[in-house]
């Protein structure tokens, strides 16, 4: 009898952990400056552990966000915000013993934005490709994913990555700036018809505000937004081409 009730209990308690290993968690929060003011459209963004993002959310007028993800080892935690430094947690160091774990975040200041030095491009030409996306039919709402999929030469996969003519392209930049490196997916989701004035392919392309005057050159997408989007659309840059912009995460939805 004792025999079969250790063979329960060792069954029961396999079934319990796979069962907490494959259910939903949520992270609610609410995410602060250090002057206890709210800060609307934080980027809130869930990376495992090869850094890939495999859920991502933003904060509304109250800074409060909620996300939900499938529970699995080595998720990491992103929060960042123009102007702050971004804050990221191991969420194994979590107890959601609840399911539901409720956290308040404060961002602090980036100072050295405040002395910030501007390095000026260099004159180079180009080889830029303008995308004819007038001829394809699309309607306002369709998704940059949608478009590049309708456009010759592109290819998309699944986990986001884009070809184009057989060349990787990992940077989206928005008015010329760098604005999502690795982060294709985001921009594929978020990005909409509406916003675009100017869609390019950039193939040589350089940062011209690193201070590495040897980076290789790449192929890059280029999207110039309309004029009342430009506003909606507020990027910025971190790390990598002066003190420009200072945020790994480089692009802020605003209203979208």
Excluded: W
């Excluded at 409060?64 to 499938?70: G, L, V």
């Amino acid at each position: 009898m004792n025999c079969y009730k250790c063979i329960f209990l060792i069954v029961f308690s396999l079934l319990s952990a796979l069962n907490t290993f494959g259910q939903k968690l949520v992270v609610e929060g609410v995410v602060m400056d250090e002057e206890n003011e709210f800060l609307q459209q934080a980027n809130i963004i869930i990376n495992n552990s090869d850094g890939k993002v495999v859920k991502y959310s933003f904060t509304d007028k109250n800074g409060y966000f909620k996300i939900d993800f499938d529970n699995k080892k080595g998720l990491t935690l992103t929060i960042s915000y123009i102007g702050f430094k971004k804050l990221s947690v191991d969420l194994e160091s979590y107890d959601f013993s609840g399911e539901t774990v409720k956290k308040k975040y404060v961002l602090t200041s980036d100072v050295n934005l405040l002395n910030e030095i501007i390095i000026k491009p260099e004159n180079v030409e180009q080889d830029t490709v303008n995308i004819n996306i007038i001829k394809l039919n699309l309607v306002d709402n369709n998704k940059l994913g949608e478009i590049l999929k309708k456009s010759p030469n592109f290819r998309l996969d699944n986990d986001g990555s884009i070809t184009y003519k057989g060349k990787s392209i990992d940077k989206i930049l928005i008015d010329g700036k760098e604005t999502f490196n690795y982060q294709n997916s985001i921009a594929l989701d978020k990005i909409e018809n509406r916003m675009i004035e100017k869609l390019q392919v950039i193939n040589n392309y350089r940062d011209n505000f690193s201070v590495d005057k040897e980076s290789p050159e790449e192929t890059v997408l280029n999207i110039d937004a309309k004029s009342e989007f430009k506003n909606v659309l507020a990027t910025s840059v971190e790390g990598g081409y002066g003190a420009v912009n200072k945020y790994e995460f480089k692009g802020s939805f605003r209203h979208i």
